[in-house]
């Protein structure tokens, strides 16, 4: 790119000689223009490039998620004792995990398991969201790109580790994500849009809604990853921890999918990040002067780490969580200071020390 830039810029600037003075000074305005222009387009390339993560390419991996909420509601009900068998061959210790810890209706071998599934699977409300989700996920191949380019980076930074099957499942609005040792289940009904009329429906606020798309199933796959594998415990239980242990996770994230728009993954709006980005500095004061950084109350730390429409101590324009992006911004710190891994780094039991080292100052 550089070399056509200075071969564009000379031949240019050899033709303004051909031209009067008056076209030769437009001429050469224009030049200017074009390496202003030229300079902005490098930048935002260069932008965009360090976003790629690393080439893994190599990493010869699929992941392909089995709609087994498909296969589970396209039961015939008039020939369950047929069909039953085959979902039991086909998911075992899934079905057994889905039917006793997600629905708990019973083990699949118990003799009511086809009454208590049959149940289950002909209650209105579950019909409504099947079909809705039939909708929502009639095409999944985008999504199995994002989940096979995910467990690719997942892979590279930890090579060792198992890649689990990706099941896609309804629980009624249970739990979002579960997981065992060889399998992530999500329940896809927790991912219709935020504009999804169920979620109206239960009353689910606006601010938790933003977390209810398509767009943040591979995010939350890969955060139920990093919390099974690596340990969430730290040597101290104090506000800045706090703070540091979920920004760890939002880092971890990023790292698995490094293209993620930031509004995604810390779950707000443009208007939001941007008064994040530029009110940084101030909230940061704020935390240092109200000397709540080292603060252990659990009330105190909920209030600048927890789900709500806004944080307390920042004011209504602030966004809920404000002090998790903090969070974030200082384990990118300490990555940036130290010649650390990713694993290094998730290993870490000693949240002070990732603070102390990270020299983080707005």
């Known amino acids: 790119m550089l070399p056509l830039f200075f071969c564009l810029n000379y031949i240019f600037y050899k033709l303004s000689y051909f031209y009067s003075s008056n076209l030769r000074n437009h001429m050469q305005k224009s030049i200017l223009y074009f390496n202003c222009l030229l300079i902005v387009c490098l930048f935002f390339m260069q932008s965009c490039d360090s ?28 020939n369950i004792e047929t069909e039953l ?3 039991k061959d086909r998911y075992q210790s899934y079905l057994n ?3 006793q810890q997600i629905i708990k209706i019973g083990s699949p071998e118990s003799a009511e398991y086809p009454n208590y599934i049959l149940s289950f699977l002909n209650y209105e409300d579950n019909q409504d969201v099947y079909e809705k989700c039939q909708e929502a996920f009639a095409e999944v191949g985008d999504l199995s790109d994002e989940l096979t380019s995910a467990f690719k980076h997942y892979k590279y930074y930890f090579p060792g580790k198992s890649i689990p099957e990706v099941y896609f499942h309804t629980s009624y609005f249970n739990q979002s994500i579960a997981l065992d040792s060889n399998w992530v289940s999500v329940s896809v ?23 209810m798309t398509p767009e943040k199933i591979v995010p939350d796959v ?26 760890r996770l939002q880092y971890f994230i990023h790292q698995m999918i490094p293209e993620i728009n930031d509004t995604i993954l810390f779950d707000y709006s443009r208007d939001q990040m941007k008064w994040l980005k530029k009110h940084e500095a ?25 789900d709500s429409p806004f944080t307390y101590y920042f004011g209504q324009e602030s966004p809920g969580k404000a002090a998790v992006f903090l969070g974030y911004q200082i384990v990118q710190a300490y990555m940036d200071e130290s010649n650390l891994s990713l694993k290094d780094l998730m290993n870490e039991r000693d949240a002070h020390k990732i603070f102390r080292e990270a020299r983080y100052r707005p």
């Not at 169920?198 to 601010?207: A, G, R, T």
């Not at 990853?225 to 101290?236: E, G, I, R, Y």
């Not at 101030?282 to 927890?306: A, C, F, P």
Request: glycine content about 4%; proline content about 4%.
């Open 282 to 306: 101030d909230i940061w004061s704020i935390l240092v002067e109200q000397k709540h950084l080292y603060n252990t109350d659990r009330m105190l730390i909920q209030k600048y780490v927890g």
């Open 222 to 247: 890969m955060k139920a990853m990093a919390l099974s594998n690596f340990s969430q415990t730290t040597k101290n239980i104090d506000l800045i921890s706090n703070m540091v242990q979920q920004g």
């Open 85 to 87: 068998p085959v979902l």
């Open 189 to 211: 009904e927790k991912y219709l849009g935020a504009e999804c009329e169920f979620y109206e429906w239960l009353s689910v606020p606006k601010y938790l809604r933003r977390k």
């Open 97 to 99: 995990a889905y039917s």
């Open 51 to 78: 976003n790629k993560g690393p080439d893994v390419s190599h990493i010869n991996l699929e992941v392909t998620p089995k709609l087994f909420y498909d296969d589970l509601f396209k039961i015939n009900e008039t």
